[in-house]
């Protein structure tokens, strides 16, 4: 059997930066665990898998179809650059002719469209509430060392631990910020935190201004020590950021070694808008 499969880099325009995901189209329903071997086999952060919902679905014309995304390691509930990659997939391989792409996913429906050069996705925006330090010293020493932290959140919904580090520190600061996060798994065992955000508040002065905020993420409880741009962090950053600079539109930088830039818009609906763009730089077959 061959899948087709292709490599996209979400959330920039250049090949090469951004954050990858694979993305196969499948014409038929695959053996559970292939979908495992297959992401494993690609060691990507993630590997997404579009299927056909009813017979006679067509990768071209339907509008809706079913979604999941796996890690080298597990299936994964929310996934927004490998979301962002299968939109682009179908927009501009496929040539889907329809404005909104719908995805039936483990995160309920996900909505999909183009505008101009990006791909936006309609995500879940999910609440943080303050967070007892006590709790995640040994968790945020592990990530951080001494440095001055701002701020602590944590979202239950989706396990994520926001750590806000003081605003006397520059974007440079926190790029440069060596991070073991396979210490992160004897400093947390209680599964209570899966995955760990870096933020800090953007400077609206100096080279780098214009970006609200920027972060860093890592999940090596789902075997990802660092993820290069990550949506469902910034699912999470959104409602944070929000609330604390009074905005509904921003626009955030993801600092990993690769780099990714979010266009994010706060909708009415308790829902978030998260734009970005795509370069697609591997097209293929898996023959299985």
């Avoid at 210490?183 to 899966?194: H, Q």
């Avoid at 930088?253 to 808008?273: A, Y």
């Amino acid at each position: 059997m061959q899948v087709p499969i292709f490599t996209v880099d979400a959330f920039t325009n250049r090949p090469f930066s951004g954050n990858p995901a694979a993305v196969c189209l499948l014409e038929n329903d695959l053996d559970e665990d292939l979908h495992q071997k297959i992401a494993t086999e690609m060691n990507l952060s993630e590997t997404a898998f579009i299927r056909k919902l009813h017979p006679g679905d067509d990768f071209t014309k339907s509008s809706c179809f079913g979604l999941r995304w796996f890690t080298p390691a597990n299936e994964v509930p929310l996934c927004g650059h490998a979301t962002l990659a299968s939109a682009a997939v179908l927009f501009r391989v496929q040539k889907n002719t329809n404005s909104v792409l719908t995805f039936v996913t483990l995160s309920g429906e996900l909505k999909a469209r183009q505008v101009e050069d990006h791909v936006v996705l309609d995500l879940p925006l999910y609440i943080t509430y303050p967070q007892v330090l006590k709790e995640v010293e040994e968790l945020i020493k592990a990530a951080v060392g001494d440095m001055i932290v701002q701020d602590l959140r944590y979202s239950p919904d989706t396990k994520k631990l926001l750590v806000r580090l003081s605003d006397a520190y520059d974007r440079s600061v926190l790029e440069q910020l060596q991070v073991n996060s396979q210490r992160f798994l004897s400093a947390e065992k209680t599964g209570r935190v899966k995955g760990l955000i870096l933020t800090l508040k953007g400077n609206s002065s100096g080279k780098h201004k214009g970006h609200d905020f920027y972060s860093r993420y890592f999940a090596p409880w789902y075997g990802i020590l660092e993820d290069p741009v990550t949506g469902s962090a910034h699912a999470v950053l959104s409602s944070y950021w929000s609330e604390q600079l009074g905005k509904k539109e921003m626009l955030a930088f993801q600092c990993s070694r690769r780099g990714g830039e979010l266009k994010i818009s706060l909708r009415n609906d308790g829902r978030v808008d998260m734009a970005g763009q795509i370069a697609i730089v591997l097209k293929g077959n898996l023959t299985l």
